[in-house]
């Protein structure tokens, strides 16, 4: 029976990173993939990187965000593995008189806090992304902002892990763990050549939207919901979008009617079958594809497009860069990702069982948080004390025992 200090399952950017993470502190680390190496959402994501900087109080957002953007950084520039980073910055459109006095306010509130953001008249923006509508009533500019292809990035992660020692497994699905009387974990899983099994001492749940059925087979509920995001491209073609592109449009349309409950998480951009918002977020790939996605629908584990969600997309996109008109849709793909019913990251001690731990709930920026989110994760392993940064996403305050 293969034996590890520490078994990871999940390979995507989260647990990828967290095996390189705790393979440089030099522990044994065996990661269990059910598919291939970006394969599921961290491979099929737009490839955003989120962040307006970290603030004079950095908090769990920034650590996440900027610490993160610096982890992409040192992977390409550093190390020489070929992410298509760049720090592009993002435009974020404004449509109505109402949001630009959301976002008026929201700047002024988060530049008093030492972020970074402006807001820019239509002519400011299309002096930097020529393609933007001038007849919006204006943008907001977050400089920090970056992208990267998400299947090169969590295989580059992947990649980095084993070269630090880890074990990299895929086509393992894991079917049953349990453990033994000295708290070690004994992990099963079936696999094309037969069943595996594998032990450890210690075992980090990292398998994103998959967390809740897989928290299941040890008895216990791990509150992370499936959320179906959608996406579509054009054609390739000459360089025509410059920094990821986004709108103010959901986040003014959460501020007011956002919550949680007991059965859906929050900033979602339906309720069933009911449109709450339209969410934007989309950019140019260094292949030439213009790519955009949006939408947060709970569908189970359902990958299908759905064409009404995907054309409200494209009419949002073509209301900030109205050249998109011209431009037909060539393919579509859907992903899901994992979002905690109280909107919140899950990282940290599962306190149900020994030697237990979780990095999940990351929901729709999972791509551009799990590295940081990872690394937190295995100084915490590695020292035995939690970073205080990581107090709110404590899963002590939302894992229990299934009932």
């Not at 109505?96 to 306010?105: I, L, M, V």
């Not at 140019?284 to 790519?291: D, R």
């Not at 569908?299 to 998109?324: K, S």
């Not at 709930?361 to 948080?369: D, N, P, Q």
Request: proline share 6%.
């Amino acid at each position: 029976m293969p034996e590890a200090d520490i078994i990871i399952i999940g390979g995507g950017i989260a647990g990828a990173s967290t095996a390189m993470y705790l393979s440089q502190l030099g522990h044994r680390v065996t990661v269990l993939e059910r598919g291939e190496i970006a394969g599921e959402a961290s491979g099929v994501n737009a490839g955003g990187l989120g962040g307006i900087g970290w603030g004079a109080v950095p908090d769990l957002q920034a650590y996440l965000t900027m610490g993160s953007l610096e982890e992409f950084k040192t992977l390409q520039l550093d190390h020489g593995y070929d992410l298509e980073f760049r720090q592009s910055g993002t435009l974020q459109s404004i449509h109505t008189p109402q949001q630009y006095e959301y976002a008026r306010d929201r700047m002024l509130r988060l530049t008093s806090q030492g972020y970074a953001l402006e807001l820019l008249t239509p002519r400011e923006a299309m002096s930097i992304e020529p393609g933007a509508n001038p007849e919006l009533p204006g943008y907001l500019y977050l400089p920090l902002r970056g992208q990267a292809d998400p299947e090169k990035t969590t295989r580059a992660f992947a990649s980095a892990a084993a070269n630090a020692g880890a074990s990299i497994l895929t086509g393992q699905n894991v079917i049953a763990m349990g453990q033994t009387g000295n708290g070690s974990w004994h992990i099963r899983t079936s696999q094309l050549a037969g069943d595996g099994e594998f032990r450890a001492g210690t075992l980090v749940l990292a398998a994103g939207a998959w967390c809740r059925p897989v928290g299941e087979l040890m008895g216990i509920k791990i509150p992370i919901a499936p959320v179906r995001g959608q996406m579509w491209a054009t054609a390739s073609m000459a360089p025509q979008v410059f920094h990821t592109i986004g709108s103010v449009e959901s986040a003014y349309d959460w501020s007011s009617q956002n919550g949680p409950d007991s059965s859906a998480p929050p900033e979602l951009t339906h309720q069933g079958e009911t449109r709450l918002t339209r969410h934007l977020y989309g950019r140019q790939t260094k292949g030439g594809e213009i790519i955009f996605g949006g939408d947060r629908q709970l569908a189970d584990y359902d990958v299908n497009p759905e064409f009404d969600g995907i054309e409200v997309n494209r009419v949002h996109a073509m209301e900030v860069l109205p050249f998109l008109r011209d431009l037909p849709i060539q393919r579509t793909w859907a992903g899901t990702m994992p979002f905690s019913l109280d909107g919140k990251p899950i990282i940290g001690k599962i306190p149900l069982r020994d030697n237990l731990f979780i990095v999940g709930g990351l929901a729709s920026s999972g791509f551009g948080r799990g590295p940081m989110a990872g690394k937190l994760l295995a100084e915490y392993i590695q020292s035995g004390h939690r970073p205080s940064v990581l107090n709110e996403a404590d899963p002590a305050r939302c894992v229990s025992p299934a009932t």
